[in-house]
């Protein structure tokens, strides 16, 4: 267990409306990560951040913004949700000291736009 | 560029059955390798990894065996269980010191459902 909390679990909301899902993280890591996860394409990185006020976008991030004021707080933000942003959205953390680049994820993030 | 591709399923087994699930990846630099498993309801979970050519990564009695000369990274389990029954995903992270971002490239998944 990394102590990685997402919030809401599930959501369903209307095009056109903000949405905002928040991870949480317990360990101080300096590396999260956010990714959708759809049928037929595993996972996708959408953003990531490696460090309080620092993110940068992966490959799937048109729509999409994030924030990080605090280590421990990773928010995605869906400006004006859109159906095709219906997914499962995981976010994780990568542990530092090992050449690996392993990451741990959350729970994963429910969410249908209608 | 990097990518991975997974043998596409769904696969069903009868309890105790050999279980393979193929794994093709392609990389520019020299990846770590990864299988990470998904149950029903709940996030991914590190099943196993390797870090370099001919390394084997083991758990919970699958194994994954690293092989830089095929590019290669294939999930086997000699006796599947119900429990076993979850989706697995390929993955590879490009084992760079001076990157910031660490990503991970995943294959689409494979459900495996193990019948009693």
């Known amino acids: 267990d990394a102590g990685i909390t997402q919030s809401p679990r599930h959501k369903v909301t209307e095009t056109g409306t903000p949405v905002t899902l928040r991870c949480h993280q317990t360990?101080?890591?300096?590396?999260m990560y956010w990714y959708r996860q759809d049928p037929g394409h595993g996972l996708r990185l959408i953003h990531y951040?490696?460090?309080?006020?620092?993110?940068d976008k992966g490959e799937v991030s048109d729509g999409y913004s994030v924030s990080r004021s605090k280590t421990e707080d990773f928010l995605l933000t869906l400006e004006s949700a859109t159906s095709s942003q219906t997914s499962v959205y995981f976010c994780?953390?990568?542990?530092?000291?090992?050449?690996?680049?392993?990451?741990?994820f959350g729970p994963g993030t429910r969410l249908t736009v209608l | 560029g990097d990518s991975v591709t997974q043998m596409e399923g769904p696969v069903t087994l009868s309890e105790e059955a050999f279980l393979t699930i193929n794994c093709t990846y392609t990389?520019?630099?020299?990846?770590?390798l990864f299988w990470y498993v998904q149950y029903p309801g709940e996030g991914l979970q590190l099943l196993l990894k390797?870090?370099?050519?001919?390394d084997k990564g083991s758990n919970k009695g699958f194994e994954a065996t690293y092989r830089k000369e095929t590019t290669s990274f294939h999930l086997e389990k000699g006796s599947v269980q119900v429990s076993d029954s979850a989706v697995y995903f390929c993955?590879?992270?490009?084992?760079?010191?001076?990157?910031?971002?660490?990503?991970?490239?995943f294959g689409r998944g494979t459900q495996l459902t193990v019948w009693p």
């Open positions: 990389a520019t630099g020299y990846p770590s």
């Open positions: 951040s490696y460090g309080v006020k620092d993110t």
């Open positions: 360990e101080n890591h300096r590396y």
């Open positions: 993955a590879l992270a490009i084992v760079d010191r001076g990157s910031t971002l660490g990503r991970l490239y």
């Open positions: 390797a870090t370099k050519a001919d």
């Open positions: 994780a953390i990568r542990h530092l000291g090992g050449p690996y680049n392993e990451q741990f």
